[in-house]
């Protein structure tokens, strides 16, 4: 089978960095953090200084409020950078759709479940966050943001997978 057809379904990520806080905001902090995705043969891919927003208790990946994936006010590389892991993670859920023979739309969340994974890594490694705000095409092709409170199932399952850096040994 191509590896490339095999989808993650671990994430991890390193501790979080403070980047900077944001100028017109009390609480609004923007974070980074290294993500490990592995797929189910151990082959792991990892993706270096993903953004990630904080505010009032709730995280999400920069960039995913806006339907291109590209988040503003950074420098085009950095932007260029997020929007490529924006897109992977949509790759991701596509790639399940495909493995699952077109059938995903049985689970739900599954629209957004490779960033709702990805955030509940980054959440674990951040002890006091506990909601999500995602960004995804619905069933319908409409693009959404919208919060997920208590995550916990999710926090469970991030929780069970191995560190960052013992994920692929």
């Known amino acids: 089978m191509n590896d490339a057809l095999l989808p993650a379904i671990a994430y991890a990520a390193s501790t979080p960095r403070l980047a900077v806080k944001f100028p017109d905001s009390n609480s609004d902090e923007l974070w980074i953090a290294d993500i490990k995705a592995c797929n189910p043969e151990g082959k792991c891919q990892v993706f270096r200084d993903v953004m990630f927003v904080e505010s009032q208790g709730a995280t999400y990946i920069f960039g995913i409020e806006h339907e291109d994936g590209r988040p503003r006010g950074v420098r085009n590389e950095l932007a260029e950078q997020q929007q490529f892991f924006i897109e992977f993670l949509r ?79």
């Open 91 to 169: 790759h991701q859920n596509e790639a399940w759709d495909r493995a699952l023979g077109g059938r995903s739309a049985m689970f739900p969340g599954s629209e957004y479940a490779s960033q709702l994974k990805v955030s509940a890594a980054y959440m674990v490694q951040r002890e006091h966050l506990v909601d999500v705000i995602l960004g995804y095409h619905n069933r319908q092709g409409e693009y959404v943001v919208e919060m997920l409170e208590d995550s916990g199932e999710f926090l469970a399952h991030a929780r069970s997978v191995l560190s960052f850096d013992e994920l692929d040994r």
